[in-house]
């Protein structure tokens, strides 16, 4: 069981930068991979990014390639979600999402935030 709570959201201007955090409970955080899935108003579920147990494998949708980066630190039990470079497109609830596959697929993650607000300003 894992149980995972964001943080880092906010209101920020187009062309700026927010970090979204993600905590992690359990002892088995690192042997999960962490996501992030986003849904914007009136919008279906996107999955942006992705980062496996040991850093090795990471995805990014084609939308955030470039300008977000998820990394992570299994001795804190946090996986992380650097934005830049933001448009009000990128405006949508962000969940962290946490499973045993390393894949783009939300139905593959048996474990989700609460989700965090970001909104950003033309």
Known sequence: QVQLAE???G???AGGSLRL???ASGRTFSMYTMGWVRQGPGKAR???ALINWNEISTYYAD???GRFTISRDNAKNTVYLQMNSLKPDDTAIYY???SRLAVPTPAQYPYWGQGTQ???SS
């Open 21 to 23: 955090s993600c905590a």
């Open 118 to 120: 970001v909104t950003v």
């Open 7 to 9: 943080t880092g959201g």
């Open 96 to 98: 962290c999402a946490a």
């Open 11 to 13: 209101l920020v201007q």
């Open 46 to 48: 996107e999955f942006v």
């Open 63 to 65: 939308s955030v390639k």
